[in-house]
């Protein structure tokens, strides 16, 4: 008998050889085995009369050998060409190279079942199948066949190992570990959702029965794919809210909000807040008075008032008595919240400082022990704040801007600098439910989903290459009012590889277009101090264009900027796209954004265009580009920590992610069950890959 964990090479038809071959898709043991599942199925169950046979349909055939030879040819070597009938019609199938089956297998009269699509040879007017699936059968055999005679499972090949071969080694591994096939789910839970039991899923996922529906099972949809897709969900979600459990158990900075404290946010708001913010602003305060730390995301599309909200969370922790920090992934971005901070901060009159790079040596040193003593209360910066040497005497806020661009490993190194500080990460980039819940799934989540008023939407267009004239008067147009452009380039330097507009290029031509303007150049290869100087002459009105790679993606607000043209937009993904179109529309002025392609662009950059133009809600946009991409391209698998399932998909498996959710919750909540729930599933922990 073999267990799950058994290794795979002792199941039958294996072997050293093969289980080198799975193990390059990451198939060890005969759990992974069991769980490389069929890519389709087929109806080899109903046969279709011969003389019913359609050109193009997959068909199984039940008939005898009329007669059988093997063909010389001079290009496809030997063939051999089998002729058959079931008493309404004849049919042919030939196997290319096929010579090795031996006309004896086909003698006269042999009763054979084929599967395979059905064509037509033009050159002997005739229906015919090419290397068809086929099983000969004899008088008394047992016809529970894997092949033939069901419906039969098709897999993915795996380094040359068949559909074929793969069957028969799932089946001979299903039969060997079967009474090792524990179900580590509650069968509470599989009662109250109709779920199958482990070993009946496994089984009829791989070969199913004449009672299940062929199309649920190619769509995934059948009861055993769905047992399998909220396994792998529960699994997840359980890990994240046992995270939470762990996170609550600890004893957290606790704030309290007193009418004093209240004033003092009232005295920061520029605005009357929308009724977003005043929601996820409850939220946060509920949060800071509970005896635990706060572990929070706060999405919010461009421009709809993120920051605010985190200096009112600043004001609440600083008004308690203890220090704020504001960590950012640029250093243009992390000046420009130091700006802010000292402007909307003024009323309160707290002492503000920036942690950045090139800080001379001496100043560096005594900034650093300002923070120490505590005499510094609210501290902006960017990977720099990480450093061993900046050490803080009072943290109780953590506040992490644009969270996709740092690692779990970086939050946790900022938190761990205080002892236990609420923690609030904020993204302006839009992320769908279903990713949200996969990627975030150990915070809380908050979401701004309404825009400030006095804003302009922004209108985008697209247009060709071949409209660039067109496009510079519009821009000139914009200049001559007294507003500011960008135009974005995806490439610093002209490729060799690929013919794409390159920044320098795109500088050097429009610095002799726009003669008697300014245009100013910004990429990532310039040094810090470059940087920050040409962003905050552009922000100071000294520059007219700015011509920038997607390092203005996250950037300072420049309200006098109306314009943008993006070159070579179909080079974009959709989030960045959105993300830099962002930068223009800060203002109440209405404002332009221009989306240039060449003129024959594929379809999957065509409906990226027409969704840009067609929408400036970020959240719809990361929906459609969810299923534009995927979710391992559209969040970076490897750098975002986006878990990598075996069965299920985001795109098409939000509802029971939901339902996965809410069980994991509650039998989380259950201490009496959690102990040993834990231990019936870390036998399963493959079946998905936390980052």
């Known amino acids: 008998m073999l267990r799950l964990d058994s290794d795979v090479q002792y199941v039958k038809g294996v072997g050293p050889r093969r289980a080198s071959l799975l ?4 198939i060890r043991t005969v759990q992974d085995l069991l769980l490389h599942l069929p890519k389709s199925y087929q109806d080899r ?25 093997v063909i010389q040819t001079r290009t496809r070597g030997r063939i051999l060409d089998v002729i058959l009938t079931d008493g309404s019609s004849f049919v042919h199938a030939k196997w290319f190279h096929g010579a090795y089956l031996q006309t004896r297998e086909f003698s006269a ?18 229906f015919v199948f090419f290397n068809p699936e086929f099983e000969l059968l004899d008088e008394g055999k047992d016809s529970a066949s894997l092949d033939i005679g069901r419906y039969v499972p098709v897999y993915e090949e795996v380094g040359g190992i068949t559909s074929r071969q793969l069957r028969h080694i799932i089946a001979a591994a299903l039969a060997d570990s079967a009474k090792d096939i524990n179900d580590p789910l509650p069968e509470e839970i599989l009662e109250a959702h109709g779920l199958p039991d482990l070993r009946t ?39 994240f809210a046992l995270r939470r459990i762990q ?11 007193s009418e004093r404290i209240r004033q003092q946010v009232k005295m920061i708001l520029p605005f009357h807040p929308t009724a977003a913010q005043k929601r996820v602003l409850k939220e946060i305060v509920d949060d800071l008075k509970a005896p635990y730390p706060m572990v929070r995301l706060l999405q919010g599309d461009v421009g709809s008032g993120k920051t605010i909200v985190a200096f009112e969370a600043i004001v609440i922790a600083v008004s308690n008595g203890y220090q704020a ?28 400082a920036v942690v950045r790079r090139g800080i001379k040596k001496a ?59 609420n923690t609030l990460v904020m993204t302006a980039t839009p992320i769908p439910r279903t990713l949200a819940m996969t990627l975030y799934g150990d915070l809380d989540l908050s979401v701004i989903d309404q825009m400030p008023p006095g804003r302009s939407p922004i209108r985008t267009v697209h247009v060709m290459e071949r409209d660039a004239e067109r496009i510079y008067e519009m821009i000139r147009s914009e200049l001559k009012q007294g507003h500011q452009a960008y135009v974005v380039y995806p490439v610093i330097e002209e490729s060799e590889k690929i013919d794409l507009k390159s920044a320098t290029e795109g500088f050097k031509k429009l610095s002799a277009i726009f003669a008697g303007y300014r245009v100013a150049l910004l990429h990532g290869r310039l040094k810090s101090e470059q940087k920050e100087q040409t962003m905050a002459a552009f922000a100071a009105g000294e520059s007219h264009i700015l011509v920038s790679t997607t390092v203005i993606e996250v950037g300072v607000d420049v309200a006098n900027a109306t314009i943008m043209l993006i070159q070579h937009a179909e080079r974009f993904g959709l989030a960045q796209l959105h993300q830099l179109r962002g930068r223009v529309g800060r203002g109440a002025q209405q404002s332009l954004c221009i989306l240039m392609t060449p003129n024959r662009i594929n379809d999957v950059a065509r409906e990226r265009i027409r969704a840009m133009v067609s929408s400036t809600d970020g959240f719809r946009l990361a929906e459609v580009d969810l299923q534009l991409r995927g979710p391992g391209e559209m969040a970076g698998t490897r750098q ?7 069965v299920a998909n985001l795109m098409t498996d939000g509802e029971l992610l939901s339902l996965a959710q809410q069980e994991a919750q509650r039998w989380a909540d259950r201490s009496e069950e959690r102990g040993r729930l834990i231990e019936a599933l870390s036998g399963r922990a493959r079946l998905v890959t936390v980052g």
């Open 640 to 646: 975002s920590g986006i878990p990598e399932f075996r």
């Open 23 to 26: 193990a390059s898709r990451d």
């Open 325 to 352: 920090v504001l960590m950012a992934p640029t250093e243009i971005l992390a000046e420009q919240h130091f700006l802010n901070a000292k402007r909307i901060l003024a009323p309160l009159n707290y002492r503000i």
């Open 363 to 421: 100043e560096k040193q005594e900034l650093l022990e300002k923070i120490a003593s505590g005499e510094i209360q609210v501290i902006v910066g960017t990977h720099a704040l990480l450093e061993e040497r900046t050490l803080f005497k009072s943290l109780g806020m953590v506040i992490i801007d644009e969270q996709h661009r740092f690692g779990v490993v970086q939050r946790l190194q900022l938190m761990a600098k205080g002892e236990n500080p």
């Open 45 to 69: 169950a109903h046969f279709i009369p011969v003389s019913g046979l359609k050109v193009g349909q997959d068909a199984a055939v039940h008939a005898r050998v009329y007669r059988s030879r």
């Open 247 to 257: 996170s609550r158990s600890r004893e957290g900075v606790r704030f309290e909000t």
């Open 201 to 239: 899923c496994l089984e009829r996922v791989h070969f199913p029965q004449q009672d299940d529906e062929l199309t649920k099972l190619n769509q995934r949809r059948s009861p055993y794919h769905r047992r399998l897709i909220f396994e792998e969900f529960f699994l997840l979600e359980l890990i």
């Open 109 to 126: 009269g042999r009763e054979v079942v084929l599967f395979g699509r059905v064509d037509f040879d033009r050159y002997e007017s005739k």
